[in-house]
């Protein structure tokens, strides 16, 4: 569990190879690719086959320790960081992506 890593710091892609979300690229396409990506990032971390849009993680079976690294994944992924104190704000998919949109437009 890295559950200490990505507190507020921003870290490389994890795969290399990956097509990095650009900031500013606000097409259809790319918010479909962004809330897919955060939709894998999610279930591969809580080990589930589906993350519906708006159902709380909770209900996924997904407890605060996960939650952490759900976050430090994404942090990592996008290179931004996201303040402990937002992290009460990340109850389900539509919110985390949400988040790492209006993150990733500050860094535009």
């Known amino acids: 569990m890295r559950a200490t890593e990505g507190r507020g710091l921003a870290y490389p892609p994890r795969d290399p190879g990956a097509r990095a979300v650009e900031p500013g690229e606000d097409t259809e396409a790319m918010a479909d690719e962004l809330k897919e990506k955060l939709r894998e990032i999610i279930a591969e971390v809580a080990e589930i086959d589906e993350v519906p849009d708006g159902t709380p ?15 430090a994944d994404v942090e990592r992924e996008f290179q931004l960081a996201i303040p402990e104190e937002e992290l009460q704000e990340l109850t389900d998919l539509d919110a985390v992506y949400a988040k790492v949109k209006a993150k990733l437009e500050e860094k535009g």
């Open 57 to 71: 993680f909770k209900d996924l079976g997904i407890d605060s320790m996960m939650a952490i690294e759900i976050v």
